[in-house]
Nanobody, 120 residues
Framework: QVQLVESGGGLVQAGGSLRLSCATS????????MAWFRQAPGKQRELVAG???????NYADSVKGRFTISRDNAQNTVYLQMNTLNAEDTAVYYC??????????????WGQGTQVTVSS
C-alpha cells in the first residue's frame, strides 16, 4: 500500500528557511505528478508547488522565487525548499501525489501533513 510521509516542518523565524521532505513507501509503478499544498487556519487548502512527471514545475504566486520543489527520482521523494519565510507561510503542509500503485491505475495520495510555523 502506497503511503506518503512528510517531514521537516517546525518553527522558524521570519526570514529563515526550511526544507520539507515527502517520502513514498510501497510499490510505485508510475508518477504523474507530485505537489505540495498547504492549509492555514480558517483558509482553504491551496496549491503551493507542483512537479509533473516530465519535470515541469508550477508555483503559487505567493511563493515564486522563494520556494523550490524538487524530486529524487531514485527514492521517489519530493522536497520543498522554502526560503525567506514569512508569517503568511504558516500552515499545515501536505504532500500530494498521483501515482500508479499495485492496482496499475493512477490514484490520488495525500500525506498526513506537517506543521510549519513562522514567527515574526
Amino acid at each position: 500500500q502506497v503511503q506518503l510521509v512528510e517531514s521537516g516542518g517546525g518553527l522558524v523565524q521570519a526570514g529563515g528557511s526550511l526544507r520539507l521532505s515527502c517520502a513514498t513507501s510501497g510499490s510505485i509503478f508510475g508518477i504523474r505528478t507530485m505537489a505540495w499544498f498547504r492549509q492555514a487556519p480558517g483558509k482553504q487548502r491551496e496549491l503551493v508547488a507542483g512537479l509533473s512527471g516530465s519535470g515541469d514545475t508550477n508555483y503559487a504566486d505567493s511563493v515564486k522565487g522563494r520556494f523550490t520543489i524538487s524530486r529524487d527520482n531514485a527514492q521517489n521523494t519530493v522536497y520543498l525548499q522554502m526560503n525567506t519565510l514569512n508569517a503568511e507561510d504558516t500552515a499545515v503542509y501536505y504532500c500530494y501525489a498521483v501515482l500508479k500503485d499495485g492496482s496499475l491505475r493512477y490514484r490520488d495520495f495525500w500525506g498526513q501533513g506537517t506543521q510549519v510555523t513562522v514567527s515574526s
